[in-house]
């Protein structure tokens, strides 16, 4: 039988890749319906991204659910091909990639006080994600031969391969799609009733007391569908880790910080704002002050050492990508071939580093330099963004520590011209930012070129149909995170922000040059003790920076998908799953929702629920029966969770 990306009526000649619909074909793709749908769904997943991002920190690739959905709603909607269905997500993956760049780094500004708030508004934050995501999609097109193209074979790039296969089994569409909508639903409607409606409790746990025998030990569990759903999609080894990383965080630190505190009569430097001694504090303000400066030395050190694991591969990349970088070659005539033209290109990063310069109230506004590290460093990131998701998927994609050695590299050179002080933390996160949004972008990117390489697509409409997606998704998102912050506040209990928070530690320590740095290396040390005992320990680092509440959780639908493959006695490498598709749902679900309730609790028109004690059933919500009821609850959506990965997609 001839291979699924095989043409039989056109097969490839030797030595040769033929796509699913040849060159010699040119069936409807950038059509109005298709841009439409994909400008929806990018809207779609990327203000559910943001909500997400805030809350945990942590964002899923939407590609395959948005390629599901695109065949389904395509299908109702009068049919399709093939190259319509992969405008759909090309366009709408572009608002999730976008909305992460997005919250992982712009949120800081709240934090760099005195001078970051004031950058923090609409206009800016849409200025720094356009100029981000349009920098991203168009370093990408000059990588495309030499990444996608040349190294087909070589850089499995696996969502994109898993698009490729939703997109050509379309016929499947409808089962596949019932799963996304399933978990959508469910997700929608847990969420409503525990946070809107406010029948059971939002989350449920126990710190021990203060002068007990575990001092201040605290283990709490966020009962939300999106925690459970990602713990699914990122699997039983990651989510185990990263909640390791919480208990020792929560149930290692904290206890014995609380412990020694009972012998100390004088504040623990640093010396906290409120002046308080340890035995006066209550976990949250321990965790505050002490642990979260451990956790940033230990993502600080995890992201360095995860990036320069890459550094053979990063730099053969970028000798192949500047050898390549004005190749066309013959084949640039036939229609699969067709990029943007290489003028549009450093035309583009020309008028964005003046744009950026110019434009009004942007934090780099006035600073060549700025405007010329964000060129350097977004082409350096997106040729590593792009290697790296190549190699292992877009969801585990090390943005997180690209921007961080962005903001050390930008603060190391702030420092050497004698740029220090508060004055300058704006401008290095607006360095930082643009650049970790286009190397989110640059992921997703190399993901959609990837299935448009093994569909047939046409490159040149998928590079304008990223821009439109990135542009229209820039305009929703900025009011998205705006609108989040002011009701639910950025930096609470309710949007922790974590990334940002991390980003706005480290940038302030440097530049400031007063970072408590027997803490942060003593996370430093912890990162490199993991990596000696041969544990990667991103996901580690990652976990001890987060709340244990969100930790708890996504180690919950770990633990899900563990006992699914046991039962089944499959592996569930392939992201098109019954279980992956439902999670998917969840997430998407679960963080729309979570919007929705923040509409209405901004209007007055539904109570707080994050820590709220009370509720329209008190059996179900208060006291030690609220606990169980939120418990067993939660335990019910594992279980349906279960029952529904082990079915088999018709």
Known sequence: MPHPLTDVANPPQKGEFQPFVPPSQSPAEFTIKAIVLGILFGLLFGASTVYLGLRAGLTVSASIPIAVLAISVLKRLGGSTILENNIV?????????????????????IFLVPYGPAYFTYLQMTVLAIAGGILGVMMMVPLRRALIVKEHGVLPYPEGTACADVLIAGERGGALAKMVFLGLGIGALWKALSWIIQIFRTGIGHSFARTGFFPNGTINLDLSPEYLGVGY???????????????????????????????????????????????????????????????????????????????????????????????????????TERDMPLIAVLAAAFLLAVFLVVVPGAPTQGNVLAAVLIVLFGFFFVTVSSRITGLIGNSSNPISGMTIATLILTCTIFVAVGWVGDAYAPIAIGVGAVVCIAAAIAGATSQDLKTGFLVGATPFYQQVGLLVGVITAAFVIGGTTLYLNG????????????????????????????????????????????ELCGIRSLSFAVGTYLPIQTTAPIFAGGLVRWWVERRTGERQESDIS??????????????????????????????????????????????????????LLFLALAVMTARIARRKLA
Request: glycine residues 14%.
């Open 89 to 109: 997500q090309t366009i709408g993956s572009a608002g999730e990639s976008l909305a992460a760049g997005v919250v992982f780094t712009i949120p800081a500004l």
């Open 233 to 335: 999609v990122i699997g039983p080894r990651i989510a185990g880790v990263m909640f390791a990383g919480g208990v020792l965080s929560w149930l290692v630190l904290l206890p014995l910080l609380s412990y020694l505190g009972n012998f100390l009569t004088v504040p623990l430097p640093p010396v906290p704002a409120n002046g308080l001694r340890l035995d006066q504090m209550a976990p949250i303000q321990i965790w505050s002050a002490y642990i979260r400066y451990i956790g940033a030395g230990a993502v600080l050190a995890a992201g360095l050492i995860t990036l320069a694991r890459t550094i053979p591969t990063i730099v053969s990349s970028f000798r192949e990508s500047v050898k390549d970088f004005g190749a066309g070659g013959g084949a640039a005539h036939l229609r």
């Open 487 to 530: 009701i639910m506040t950025i930096g609470s209990d309710s949007l922790p922000a974590p990334q940002a928070t991390l980003m706005s530690t480290i940038i302030r320590g440097l530049l400031s040059q007063n970072l408590p740095w027997g803490l942060v290396l003593v996370g430093v040390f912890i990162s490199v003790t993991l």
């Open 578 to 631: 019954s279980g992956t598709l439902f999670s998917s749902g969840l997430i998407a679900g679960g963080s729309l929702a979570g919007i929705l309730y923040a509409a209405l609790f901004g209007n007055g028109l539904v109570p707080e629920a994050d820590g709220a004690t009370t509720g329209p059933i008190p059996f179900l919500h208060e006291g030690t029966s609220g606990m169980i009821a939120g418990g």
